[in-house]
């Protein structure tokens, strides 16, 4: 058979949202430095969650993380407390986030536990960051384009299910 397929759609970027960032203001995160360039500045002890590209929240569990700070009994709470507050977030009164999923809704497989604890889905034009860099939460970048998750498309000529995931194409 033949198909065709795209795992992501294309927009304008509007704001680079820099979730590092919004996690420092928030008091979830700290950094072992005054000027961090990675993740690798973190201050473990004082950091509860950090971001990595594009929109992947991970909390700071002990037992998953060499120096993790936070209680396996607590990772729930703290997760929902996050999601929350993201759900919330807004830019110059626009809506930013428009869903904010848990690690079991989008991950499956025997890896799916290393996946990160939220995935940060933004409304077209706000693109999620893990920069490590920037102070502000929102700012402009040289990109002109960012991945959506919306407009992705399948063609075939075979029968596929309804609401297919990728695998399931291949």
Not at 124 to 146: I, L, N, R, Y
Not at 152 to 159: G, Y
Request: aromatic residues 10%.
């Amino acid at each position: 058979g033949f198909f065709l397929l795209s795992d992501h759609g294309f927009t304008a970027v509007r704001q680079e949202v820099r979730l590092n960032a919004w996690l420092r203001e928030e008091g979830y995160l700290a950094y072992a430095k005054e000027d961090p360039a990675t993740v690798g500045d973190l201050a473990p002890e004082r950091t509860r969650a950090f971001a990595l590209d594009p929109g992947r929240v991970y909390l700071n569990t002990k037992g998953r993380f060499p120096r993790g700070c936070v209680e396996a009994e607590a990772a729930g709470a703290l997760r929902e407390e996050i999601a929350g507050k993201l759900r919330g977030l807004s830019c110059e009164g626009q809506p930013v986030v428009s869903q904010v999923f848990a690690r079991e809704e989008v991950f499956r497989g025997p890896r799916a536990s290393v996946g990160p604890d939220l995935v940060v889905l933004t409304h077209p034009g706000f693109d999620p960051k893990g920069s490590t860099k920037a102070a502000e939460v929102f700012g402009s970048t040289h990109f002109q384009g960012m991945h959506t998750w919306e407009d992705a498309f399948l063609w075939s000529a075979l029968p596929v299910r309804e609401d297919p995931w990728i695998h399931d194409v291949a």
